[in-house]
């Protein structure tokens, strides 16, 4: 079994990325994905949720409106599109295929 996320980096305030799960090893398409983050020195914590075929999402009440998560069962692959962003959205970014497999994280920074 493999998550592999892609697509952090470091952006200005106000900007976008655009986050990939790319998965492997289980069938993807019967597990509900969801996206966590944990900035340093804080526990991780829940972001966004998304069900198996893709026909229901939920937020976080820190990001909803600004972020949108989607998968693609076709290629196994979930993302998160992240849009007006700030420093406090700094973390690095965890996809979680849930409860039993976890990704190694990518890294987003948020800084002038």
């Known amino acids: 079994v493999q998550l592999v996320e892609s697509g952090g980096g470091l952006v200005q305030p106000g900007g976008s990325l655009r986050l990939s799960c790319a998965a492997s090893?289980?069938?993807?398409?019967?597990?509900?994905m969801k996206w966590y983050r944990q900035a340093p020195g804080k526990e991780r914590v829940w972001v966004a949720t998304i069900t198996g075929a893709g026909d229901s999402t939920n937020y976080a009440g820190s990001v909803k409106g600004r972020f949108t998560i989607s998968r693609d069962n076709a290629i196994n692959t979930m993302y998160l599109q992240m849009k007006s962003l700030k420093p406090e959205d700094s973390a690095v970014y965890y996809c979680?295929?849930?409860?039993?497999?976890w990704g190694q994280g990518t890294q987003v920074t948020v800084s002038s």
């Open positions: 090893g289980f069938t993807f398409n019967t597990y509900v």
């Open positions: 979680n295929a849930w409860p039993r497999y």
